[in-house]
Antibody, heavy 121, light 111 residues
Framework: EVQLVESGGGVVRPGGSLRLSCAAS????????MSWVRQGPGKGLEWVSG????????ADADSVKGRFTISRDNAKNSLFLQLNSLRAEDTALYYC??????????????WGQGTLVTVSS | QSALTQPASVSGSPGQSITISCTGP?????????VSWYQHHPGKGPKLIIF???NRPSGVSSRFSGSKSGNSASLTISGLQAEDEATYYC???????????FGGGTKLTVL
């Protein structure tokens, strides 16, 4: 089955860190760029970070630049998001999503179910 | 506040057609046709229903169509069905900026 499964969410204090993972299956992972997208409580979708097929090209939203790092391990069919210096406004459901293209991270045609990150003291 | 502006809600009866608008500055839309639309049902991951302004991924109903003119894009759903009730997001990628932008989302209610 073609799917993405996120994990690693949880409750963390402001200033803390988390590492999210996304396990891909059912398709050739290194044929595709990937993105992380989040949805805060009662809010819309917000793109967070993107990475191309081999990890040599990445981008982050201004709201997370310098705090979050996207990476991938093609040998393990996995995508990661390292979240540092977390703030209350980072509280959200974080989705892993696959791009239609290898060289970029837009036109997201496969999404996971999301993993919840709660930043609270 | 989202870079792309959508109406918060829209409604229609089964069988009718509705259109959702999406507007934004040229710095977000750019001169490229890199506009997409997503359908999001609660508790599920979003689903890509339109890319490159008007193209449908395989398996998406022809009842969904998209268009763009200048700094405004539109999604039209014809022959409304109960299962169309969801939140719809427009999205753009300028090609010059590396960022993806989403609209605030439009909640469609099928009466």
């Amino acid at each position: 089955e073609v799917q993405l499964v996120e994990s690693g969410g949880g409750v963390v204090r402001p200033g803390g860190s988390l590492r999210l993972s996304c396990a891909a299956s059912g398709f050739t992972f290194d044929d595709y760029g990937m993105s992380w997208v989040r949805q805060g409580p009662g809010k819309g979708l917000e793109w967070v970070s993107g990475i191309n097929w081999n990890g040599n090209n990445r981008a982050d939203a201004d709201s997370v630049k310098g705090r979050f790092t996207i990476s991938r391990d093609n040998a393990k069919n996995s995508l990661f998001l390292q979240l540092n210096s977390l703030r209350a406004e980072d509280t959200a459901l974080y989705y892993c999503a696959r791009s239609k293209f290898s060289s970029s991270w837009y036109y997201l045609d496969l999404w996971g179910q999301g993993t919840l990150v709660t930043v609270s003291s | 506040q989202s870079a792309l502006t959508q109406p918060a809600s829209v409604s229609g009866s089964p069988g009718q057609s509705i259109t959702i608008s999406c507007t934004g500055p040229s710095s977000v839309f750019g001169s490229y046709n890199l506009v997409s639309w997503y359908q999001h049902h609660p508790g599920k991951g979003p689903k890509l229903i339109i890319f490159e302004v008007s193209n449908r991924p395989s398996g998406v109903s022809s009842r969904f169509s998209g268009s763009k003119s200048g700094n405004s894009a539109s999604l039209t759903i014809s022959g409304l069905q109960a299962e169309d009730e969801a939140t719809y997001y427009c999205s753009s990628y300028t090609g010059t900026s590396t960022n993806i932008f989403f609209g605030g989302g439009t909640k469609l209610t099928v009466l």
